[in-house]
């Protein structure tokens, strides 16, 4: 055969270790260790199987083209680290909406049931108050409006007797009234601002006195603008309607779980105001537009730059196999099965993955750590990072990984011996 008496021309020895067809021991030695023509060949096999390890072969594949593999483990890293910052910022805004109702005692959330941004009628607040398990119940409206070309803020709607107010602290000033053109900044939002009590500001070309400068019980209050809710219907064009209702309820009779008055208080709630929704303070807190459109942009962004750190894993690995044609010949030749040379290719994309997902951890925290001291960010973002979010950031890169090797691998397992070894 003529495969055979090439291999015997180059050299009188061939290994015979594995089944299959004899090959180089020239070449063989490159990989094994062994040299051509020595004594005793098989005291050396427990040394080549130990060099022909996964963990061997990973090692030295990923190292053999280091500036390619690191501007990999970059790009992954890259997409990675936009996951951990977009998806951390997105879980932060979501935690201080969960605080600003914490905060303020607020249970239940009552609103539209079938818009995102809901707009009901502020009539309807002496039924809502009636209903037994209520305790206390306000309308109220929030919305984000441009304080100046560069600042935009929340701005709330509220009663001037409203529960809420009570978790505000002044240092300087005080209240609001209703039905005069006042205001109340957030400590953050004033020294941004540059504005004391006393001062005024235009908002939708009406100008508004300031009466208050408060410490807020969570960071989007801190950067936020209180006005009484017929102010606000005025510049929103809302006139006799609110965004919804924040309800405080009474507390739970004795032997009935927290959980369950909270079902029957959110029923009772919804056969007296039929059309509306009662939700959960913390499930409002989660569903709310704001909340929404962030989670919706950082899974969006994270999904592409995945893709590019997937498409930049793909190449590393599909040229990996490329140069390693004769390599991968040579290892079906001493008898390396398809699924063996498979697992090789996708152990070295997973190490790829998770390398580079643990470089990825570092520039999210970096990001954060940015975005936090940012101005314009620092109220809703937080540095800490949950076990669940690391554990995620980590999955996300090793799956993305072998989903990148995969075309590689079973191109490579697939190569035909006889084939592979005539690859210059």
Known sequence: ML??????????????????PSVDTGRAAQFTGVQPNAPNLRTYAGIMVHQLSFAGFACKNLLRRRLRTLLTLCGIGMAIGAFVALVGFSRSFE???ERLYSSSGTDIAVVDKNFMNTSVNESLT??????PVVAQAEPMIFNIMDITPEVNALIFGWNDDSYELESLTFSSGGRFHNGKPEIILGEMLARNL??????????????????????????????AVIMSIDQLQ???????????FHVRL????????????????QAQIEAALPGLNAQAAADRASNNQFVSLAHAVAWGTSCIALLMGVLGIANTMAMSVFERTREIGILRAIGWKTWRVLLLIQVEAAVLGFAGGILGLGFGFGALHLLANLPQTASVVSTSLSWLHLVQALSISVLSGLI???????????????EALRHD
């Open 194 to 223: 540059n504005k004391k009590v006393g001062d005024t500001i235009e908002l939708q070309g009406s100008k508004f006195a300031i009466t208050g400068i408060y410490h807020g019980g969570t960071a989007l209050e801190a950067g």
């Open 95 to 97: 935690h201080e909406w």
């Open 3 to 20: 495969f055979r008496r090439r291999c015997s021309r180059r050299a009188p020895a061939a290994l015979s270790l594995y089944p299959g």
């Open 250 to 265: 009474r507390p739970a009779p004795p032997g009935e779980s927290a959980e369950r008055y909270l079902k029957r208080a």
């Open 404 to 418: 990148a090797g995969a075309y590689p691998a079973w191109r490579g397992a697939h190569l035909s011996p006889v």
């Open 126 to 131: 002496p039924k809502l108050r009636a209903v």
């Open 234 to 244: 005025i510049l929103s064009s809302l006139q006799g309607k609110v965004s919804g």
